[in-house]
């Protein structure tokens, strides 16, 4: 079973950039997708982007589609959601999380089985 952990949430200012991280361990990403999701104060967990471990496709939600992309390095058995030009709104928990690769709509959070403990993000306007 694979264990997450994610890094990279801090205090920026709007307009600014943050690179996350998740990183794996117990066993490598392979044969998964991971995906990034986050949860805003009294708001719902929200699909961010997915990203296939072996080919390296990745989709994203319309509202962060040009602004945020996901990447992994395969070396370091970590992926990472590299998020520009941030706004007050993107202020959230960010969380990564994995699913099989079979697994159909990776939008939806019961897709997923593991989940990181989430780092936060907050953006300042």
């Known amino acids: 079973q694979v264990q997450l952990a994610e890094s990279g949430g801090e205090l920026v200012q709007a307009g600014g950039s943050l690179r996350l991280s998740c990183a794996a361990s117990g066993r490598t990403f392979s044969g998964y997708v991971v995906g990034w999701f986050r949860q805003g104060p009294g708001k719902e967990r929200e699909f961010l982007s997915a990203?296939?471990?072996?080919?390296?496709?990745?989709d994203y939600a319309d509202s962060v589609k040009g602004r945020f992309t996901t990447s992994r390095d395969n070396a370091k058995n970590t992926v990472y959601l590299q998020m520009n030009s941030l706004k007050p709104e993107d202020t959230a928990v960010y969380y990564c999380?994995?699913?099989?690769?079979?697994?159909?709509?990776?939008?939806?959070?019961?897709?997923?089985?593991?989940w990181g403990q989430g780092t936060q993000v907050t953006v300042s306007s």
């Open positions: 990203i296939n471990w072996r080919s390296g496709g990745a």
């Open positions: 999380a994995v699913a099989p690769g079979s697994r159909r709509d990776l939008t939806l959070r019961s897709a997923y089985d593991n």
